[in-house]
């Protein structure tokens, strides 16, 4: 067990007032885009209702080697587990129930599929015209890229992340990270968040939408301005190198036992670092003694450090330089990671005893609002698990009611 952390179990009881309570979300979406952003509401305050299919979503069954069971848990904390049929014509009316209850919609399908199945952004605002109805693709609705099918990988190759990631002398390569993903999720909340400030002046709903890829395109900011400042003569890729190749020291360095990133924007910085490895004679060289000429020379500059950091380990060369505010760090393991000291200690991440896999770590919301503390973890929830508590409590359905759709196959 982390030393930062004790196992929490799921919290019962009177809530505080979070900064979204009150408010219910009836969350369709799947996988990643969608399900974070309406992960963020539930830890807000904000009750969400998780509406899967029979078979439950893609990420409660993608592979078959476990590596879905955490990515699930870490997204689907705080959310009731509804299962609903939508092409059956009892599972419909039972979505427009629990709409004309909600403040909030999230769906990540593919544009047309909510129109097909006949209970589109439209057709939704007419039973409940205060609903924010906020939608997620790979394209957006408009364009001529509106149909083409989309996931993560497919967006970074797309967006552009994909060609401007590795070394120039070697083939593009992913992001180890869901990057497009996860950027359409936060952007996806902010604009459900901006619409209900918005239906607070008017009293009316809206519909939203997020498209991956343009939320994925500012992340290139460094790259698009090397680009348009020296066209094709760019490198596609620069390595671990600044992305616009405009800060020097700024690259991944081999230590005695890894490698440790540094990040030197400014002549402090890089004084700084020149004190702590021995060479103070070198600040007025000019090869070095200023940004531009540094970017320059940037060759010499890696010569210089990692002929320092190699014999080092990565702790200790990230001890000193932060010891002198070099913004630095050792480049660590998704096992150092997950036990960070200082995430743990703020609460951000938290063992807790889950009910089908054990002790996890788990992420709480990475909003806090000062002055309420931060909505305990409440772990995801088995297939269908709440269907009759959402049923019974919102809709009047009956015991015996649940009991029939289940045999219809509704739920």
């Given at each position: ?155 970074q190759a797309m967006c552009g992340v994909i060609n401007s990631t590795g070394f120039q002398d070697q083939p ?240």
């Amino acid at each position: 067990m982390s030393p930062y952390s004790e196992p929490v179990s799921a919290h019962s009881g009177a809530a505080p007032l979070y900064p979204l309570s009150g408010l219910r979300v009836i969350d369709l979406s799947h996988v990643y885009n969608g399900p974070y952003a309406t992960f963020l509401m539930a830890m807000a305050g904000a009750e969400v209702i998780k509406v899967e299919p029979l078979t439950g979503e893609h990420l409660r069954s993608r592979g078959d080697l476990g590596g879905a069971d955490l990515p699930f848990a870490m997204l689907n904390s705080n959310k009731k587990a509804v299962t609903l049929n939508l092409k059956t014509d009892e599972g419909k009316n039972i979505l427009r129930g629990l709409v004309a209850k909600a403040d909030i919609l999230v769906e990540n399908f593919a544009p047309g599929v909510m129109e097909r199945l006949g209970v589109g952004a439209q057709e939704l605002l007419k039973i409940n015209p205060r609903l924010i109805y906020g939608s997620s693709s790979g394209y957006g609705k408009s364009g001529p890229y509106r149909d083409y099918p989309a996931m993560d990988l497919v967006m970074q190759a797309m967006c552009g992340v994909i060609n401007s990631t590795g070394f120039q002398d070697q083939p593009p390569v992913k992001s180890g990270a869901a990057v497009c993903d996860f950027s359409a999720g936060v952007h996806l909340y902010g604009a459900i968040i901006t619409a209900l400030y918005n239906r607070e002046r008017t009293g009316k709903g809206q519909v939203v939408e997020v498209s991956m890829q343009d939320a994925t395109y500012a992340f290139l900011a460094s790259n698009l301005g090397m680009y348009h400042a020296r066209g094709d003569a760019a490198p596609e890729r620069t390595g671990n190198r600044h992305g616009g190749l405009g800060i020097s020291p700024y690259n991944a360095y081999p230590t005695a036992d890894g490698y440790v990133v540094v990040n030197s924007p400014g002549d402090r910085h890089f004084h700084a670092i020149l004190d702590v490895i021995g060479h103070p004679e070198l600040k007025d060289d000019p090869r070095l003694n200023s940004k531009t000429a540094r970017v320059k020379n940037f060759e010499l500059v890696d010569e210089l450090i990692e002929t320092w950091t190699k014999n080092l380990p990565k702790a200790e060369v990230a001890r000193r330089l932060l010891a002198a505010s070099v913004p630095c760090a050792p480049v660590r393991t998704l096992g150092e990671v997950m036990t960070d000291e200082n995430m743990h200690a703020r609460g951000s991440l938290q063992r807790v005893q889950h009910p089908t896999m054990g002790e996890v770590v788990l992420q709480n919301s990475p909003l806090i609002f000062e002055g309420i503390e931060r909505r305990p973890i409440e772990p995801s929830l088995p297939l269908g698990a709440s269907n009759e508590e959402v049923l019974t409590e919102l809709l009047d359905y009956s015991a015996d009611d649940v009991v029939r759709l289940k045999e219809q196959g509704v739920i």
